[in-house]
C-alpha cells in the first residue's frame, strides 16, 4: 500500500558552499490578511524584459483585472489591481536608482472586477502558454521573468522534469510556506497542468528540511488526491542559504551543473516558484490575472509583523500602516529579504510582482562591520555557491576606479547570482556584493558592445 514516505525522494547531489543564516520567521503562523487602498501607483516594469506601454489614459475608468499595460510576448502584462481612475500616468522613481512609467489609479473603493474575466479555455500547451501570458505572470520569487517566455522555451525543448521551488532560504520571508497552506490547491492545479498540457513527466517541490512542517503537510494531503500523484515528488534540502538559487536547486535534485549562459531547459527543466504557481492556479480557476501578492512585513522596527495580501502598486507606507506601524524608528528599509533584497530610502515606493517582503530593521539590527583590509582568509571563496573567488572580482571592479574589464572576465564575474554569502562571512566587513554587482554589469555593457581584450574579447570567454 502506498504511503506517505512514497512521495518524498532524497536530493541526488550535496551543494557546495552557502552560509547558515538565522531564519528569524516568525511569522509562519500569520494568515495572510488583505489589504485595501484609496490609491496604487502601478509601475509598468515589473520584470526583467522591456517594460509595458499604458494602453490606458489620464481620466479612463477602469475595473479591477482590466489591461492597462502591454507591450506584446516580450514583456508581462500589467493589469489594474484596484477599481477607480486613472489620475496620472508619469515616469516616477520605483526604487531608489530606477525610475519606471507608473499608473496611478485612485480607487473607488468598490473593488469591482472587470465584467469579462472568466476562466480561460486550455485545451493544449499553446493554449496554455497564451493563458500565463494573459494572467500577466512574471517569477515571483525575486528575477521577475516573464513566464510565458521562460515555459515557451522549456516546452520546445521538451522539458521533462518541472521543480516548484518551495526553499524560501532568505531570513524573515514566509509567504511561499504560507502559499503551500492557504494556496495549495491552486499550485496543485497549476502542475497538473502543467503536466498535462506541457508533457513534464515529473515534478519535484523542493523544501526546506525544518521544524514546521505545516506547508509539507499541507501539500501532502492534496498530492495524494491528483491524478497524477505517482510523478509529484517532494525533496527536502537541509536549511542552508542559498540553497533556493535556482542553479543550486537543480544541482541538488538533478546532479547537473549549469554553466554560466545557460538555462534549466539546457537541463531539460523548468523551475517556478510556488507563488507564481499559486498565482497561476488560480487565473486557470478564476481567469484573474495577477494584481496583488502575498508579502511578508516583518523585522524589529515592525510593530506587528505579519503576512498580507497587498494589490499590485501599494506605497510601502500603507502596507506598514496596515501591520501597525513602526515600534521603533526604522534605521533601514528593506524590499525583499536581507540577504537579497535592496535597502530603499522611503516608503513611497509601491510593491511589484517581486516584492515577497518588506523589512524594517531598529539601528541595532541593521548595524554594518566597520571595514577593514582583507586578510585573505578565504571565506568568501569557501562559502561561494558558485565557486568564483569573490575578492578577486571585487578588486579587478574597483581598483583604483579603473576596472579591468577582461580580467572581470577571466574571473567569471558574470557566473556571481549575488546571494550575499561572501559579504556576511567576511571577517573584514568589505562590500563584496556592490563590487560583484558593478563587476557583472561591467561584463555584460562589455558583451552588449563587444568589448574587452581592446575591443575583441578572449576566445575563451562567452562574450
Known sequence: MKTAKDIFLKPVSRIKGGVLVKDNK???????????????????????????????????????????????????????????????????????????????????GNDEWLETIAPPTVTDAESLIDAVFNAGLAGMGGAGFPTHIKLRSVYEAKAKTLIINSIECEPY??????????????????????????????????????????????????????EYKDIIKIVRLKPKYATGAEKMLIKALLGISLPEGKLPSDASCMVMNTSTAAAFGNYLLTGRPLVSRCITVAGSAIKEPANIIAPLGALISDIIDFVGGFEAKPYKLIIGGPMMGHAVDSTDYPVTKTTNGILAFAEKMARVKTETSCIRCGKCAEVCPMRIVPTDIYKAATDYGKPDINELVALNAQACILCSCCAYICPAGIPLVKGLDIGKRLVAKAKAKGAGNNGKCKESCDI
Request: aromatic share 2%; glycine share 6%.
Open 26 to 108: 516568525t511569522t509562519f503562523d500569520s494568515v495572510p490578511k488583505s489589504l485595501s487602498v484609496s490609491r496604487v501607483v502601478i509601475p509598468l516594469l515589473q520584470h526583467c524584459t522591456k517594460p509595458a506601454s499604458a494602453i490606458v489614459a489620464v481620466g479612463d475608468k477602469v475595473k479591477k483585472g482590466q489591461l492597462i499595460g502591454d507591450a506584446g510576448d516580450a514583456t508581462a502584462r500589467i493589469h489594474a489591481s484596484v477599481s477607480g481612475t486613472v489620475t496620472d500616468i508619469s515616469v516616477r522613481k520605483i526604487a531608489p536608482k530606477e525610475k519606471a512609467v507608473c499608473v496611478t489609479i485612485e480607487s473607488d
Open 173 to 226: 520571508i514566509t509567504v511561499d510556506y504560507r502559499a503551500c497552506i492557504d494556496f495549495g490547491d491552486d499550485i496543485i492545479r497549476c502542475i497538473e497542468a502543467l503536466i498535462k498540457h506541457i508533457g513534464f513527466e515529473r515534478v519535484l517541490i523542493a523544501e526546506e528540511d525544518k521544524k514546521e512542517k505545516g506547508d509539507e503537510q499541507a501539500l501532502i494531503e492534496r498530492i495524494e488526491k491528483s
